[in-house]
C-alpha cells in the first residue's frame, strides 16, 4: 500500500498545494503538475466530462509521478465513490454533504470493514496490482485514504461540528460558489457574509483537529487564507492557468 504523503503532512499541521484537473484528459498534464512542484490533484468529476476510464488514466499517471490523486466523484451513491478508489485515488472529496447522516453513509461505502462495506478488490491500481495480505492492505487503506467533505450550503455549515465528528472524515472545505448561491448572492465568493462561512469552517476544524481546506485563484488569497489556517491549497485549475499565462503574453 503506498503512503498518502499528503494525509500524512497534513495531520502533522503542514500546508499542502494542489490544483485541478477538470478539462483535459491526457496523462501528460498529470506529470506537468508533478514537475511544477504540486503535491496533489484534485481530479473533478461533479462537472466534468471525465469517465471513469479517463479517472482511471489520470490516477495512474498521477502515481507514477508522486503525486497524490483526489477525486471529487459526480454524487454520493456507493458505486461512484468506489470505484475511484478501485481506479487509483487515494482520497475522495465529497460534494453536497449537508448532514452527520450523509457523511456516515459515505464511511462506510469508502471503508472496509470493520468501518464500511466497501467490497475488497486486492489486485488493481491501487495495490500496484499486487494481490498481497489481505488484512495488511484492508487495515493500511482504512488508514491512508484522505476523506474530505464539501461544505455548500448553509445546512451544511450549521451542522459541520457533527459532520467532522464523524470517525474518518479527516477535513471540510467550503464551496463558495454553491454557498454564495444558497446564500443569494450567487457566483459573489468574496461578499463578506460568505467568507464568514469560511472563517466558521476553520474554526470548526480547528475545534475538531480536522483538515481545513480552500480553493485559491491567486497566490495573494492563498498566502492570506494559509495564514488564517487553511492547510489543504488547491490552486485554480489546468484551463484557468493556461488562459491566464496564455492572455498575459
Not at 48 to 64: K, P, Q
Not at 119 to 133: A, E, M, P, Q, Y
Amino acid at each position: 500500500m503506498r503512503v498518502n504523503h499528503v494525509k500524512d503532512a497534513l495531520l502533522g499541521g503542514k500546508v499542502q498545494i494542489g490544483t485541478w484537473i477538470t478539462t483535459l484528459r491526457t496523462p501528460q498534464i498529470v506529470q506537468m503538475m508533478a514537475t511544477a512542484g504540486f503535491d496533489f490533484i484534485y481530479i473533478d468529476m461533479e462537472h466534468s466530462a471525465f469517465s471513469i476510464e479517463t479517472v482511471g488514466d489520470l490516477c495512474y499517471a498521477a502515481l507514477a509521478a508522486n503525486l497524490v490523486p483526489i477525486v471529487r466523484p459526480p454524487a454520493k451513491e456507493p458505486h461512484l465513490l468506489s470505484r475511484p478508489l478501485d481506479a487509483g485515488a487515494m482520497g475522495l472529496l465529497i460534494p453536497h454533504v449537508d448532514t452527520r447522516e450523509e457523511a456516515e453513509a459515505v464511511i462506510r461505502a469508502i471503508k472496509y470493514p470493520p468501518m464500511g462495506r466497501r467490497g475488497i478488490n486486492l489486485r488493481g491500481v491501487h495495490t500496484g496490482f499486487d494481490k498481497g495480505s489481505g488484512e495488511d492492505y484492508v487495515r493500511a487503506t482504512n488508514a491512508q485514504t484522505l476523506l474530505i467533505v464539501q461544505i455548500e450550503s448553509r445546512k451544511g455549515i450549521e451542522n459541520l461540528d457533527s459532520i467532522l465528528a464523524v470517525e474518518g472524515v479527516d477535513g471540510a472545505v467550503i464551496g463558495r460558489g454553491d454557498i454564495s448561491a444558497d446564500m443569494g448572492r450567487p457566483g459573489d465568493t468574496n461578499h463578506p457574509e460568505v467568507l464568514q462561512q469560511v472563517e466558521k469552517m476553520i474554526a470548526v476544524c480547528r475545534k475538531r483537529n480536522k483538515i481545513p481546506g480552500l480553493l485559491v485563484q491567486d497566490i495573494a488569497s492563498a498566502k492570506e487564507w494559509i495564514r488564517k489556517g487553511i492547510r489543504l491549497v488547491p490552486f485554480a485549475n489546468e484551463v484557468a492557468m493556461l488562459i491566464e499565462t496564455a492572455s498575459k503574453a
